[in-house]
């Protein structure tokens, strides 16, 4: 059961946290039109939904303040997170709301389960809410991606509703949600 009370200030200071001791050395920053070549190689590593350079770009030009890459100690980008802001008919609340739409996030395989994932979600949403000021943040999952269900549910987002035969290969996709912040 997912918490959506949990504040976004909690979750950034938690992954914070879990950066120092699960992945020193790793950083989250903004990302730079010379990463959109490195996070296009890990959407097309990690996802089986891709999509063209450009998309990336455009993304990165209007919404880059909440698109983030994590950074090993080397300096290699080895997970991104990718967004951006709609007005649609709110989840929370009976009128337009201002949302933050987690596009994609992924992290190569090899540096999972170091709370990179986490930490990358904490920094959109809190961009979301405090430079894009939305009241609400949602995305799309696989059905049967339950790790980064569980993940979302760790940062306070709930099922909403299923979309049926949502991705190319016919699987459903929960849309999941919280409000901000």
């Known amino acids: 059961m997912s918490n959506t009370s949990i504040h976004v200030e909690t979750i950034y200071s938690n992954a914070l946290e879990i950066l120092k001791t699960k992945a020193p050395g790793f950083i989250i920053r903004n990302a730079r039109q010379d990463d959109i070549e490195r996070v296009v190689y890990i959407n097309r590593k990690c996802l089986p939904e891709n999509y063209p350079v450009y998309f990336f770009e455009d993304l990165l030009k209007h919404y880059g303040k909440a698109f983030y890459v994590a950074q090993s100690p080397e300096g290699e980008v080895v997970g ?20 933050l739409h987690i596009v994609s996030i992924a992290v190569l395989p090899l540096y ?15 961009s979301g809410y405090e430079e894009y000021k939305c009241s609400e943040t949602y995305l ?24 049926h035969s949502y991705y190319l290969d016919g699987e459903d996709a929960y849309i999941m949600a919280r409000p901000l912040p």
Request: glycine share 6%; no cysteine.
């Open 112 to 126: 999972r389960r170091r709370g990179l994932g986490y930490a990358l979600m904490a920094h959109a949403m809190k």
């Open 140 to 163: 799309e999952v696989r059905v049967s991606n339950t790790p980064a269900i569980s993940l979302y549910e760790k940062l306070g987002y709930r099922v909403m509703k299923i979309a």
């Open 80 to 99: 991104y997170v990718m967004t951006r802001v709609e007005w649609k008919p709110g989840f929370f609340k009976k009128f337009l709301a201002r949302s």
